[in-house]
């Protein structure tokens, strides 16, 4: 989780030149879980929407497939980025709490979709200042393909790599 200085999120320029893992963590998480998505259909993963409750922000979408995330940070624990994101919520928002809400993946990319689910607003790939999607693609392949979890242990799969 990250804070963004103000006004950034507002300019369409210096929002697109933020680094690769912060513009993936301050509002193209979902574009980063489409392309995540997109990339291994096979694995099962799906979308999480951490939705904070009424009053506070720190919305996140990762994906998971009940025991592996995967987010800009890269492969880790579901546990240990639910805790994380937690944890700075918290620190950052006293009194910050959320849910965990499954997302279908077509909702990651339609703004209109994104809005049948309260609370939630997500930006087309096409919305950014540049088709954010080649960019999450770009990111992705950065890492690994998703951990086997009968073959490979995530502690192998150069978690927090990015």
């Known amino acids: 989780m990250f804070r963004l200085k103000p006004g950034i999120k507002s300019d369409p320029v210096k929002r697109w030149n933020l680094s690769e893992r912060v513009f993936f963590a301050c509002g193209a ?8 998505l997109e990339a ?3 694995h099962g993963f ?11 922000t720190g919305n996140h979408v990762f994906v998971s497939d009940g025991k592996t995330a995967f ?3 890269g492969y880790r624990c579901k546990e240990a980025l639910i805790a994380h994101h937690w944890a700075k919520g918290r620190l950052w928002w006293p009194g910050w709490d959320g849910t965990l809400v499954p997302l279908p993946q077509d909702v990651l990319i339609s703004e209109a979709k994104s809005k049948t689910y309260d609370g939630l607003w997500l930006r087309e790939p096409g919305q950014f200042l540049h088709d954010a999607l080649p960019r999450a693609r770009a990111f ?6 998703p951990p086997d979890a009968r073959r490979e242990p995530l502690s192998r799969m150069g978690e927090g790599q990015g």
Do not use: M
């Not at 998480?29 to 995540?36: D, G, N, V």
């Not at 992705?140 to 393909?145: C, D, M, S, V, Y």
């Open 140 to 145: 992705l392949r950065r890492f690994a393909a």
């Open 40 to 42: 291994y259909p096979e």
């Open 71 to 73: 987010d800009f940070h």
């Open 46 to 56: 799906q979308a999480v929407w951490i939705r904070p409750v009424e009053g506070f």
């Open 29 to 36: 998480c979902h574009i980063l879980a489409y392309a995540f």
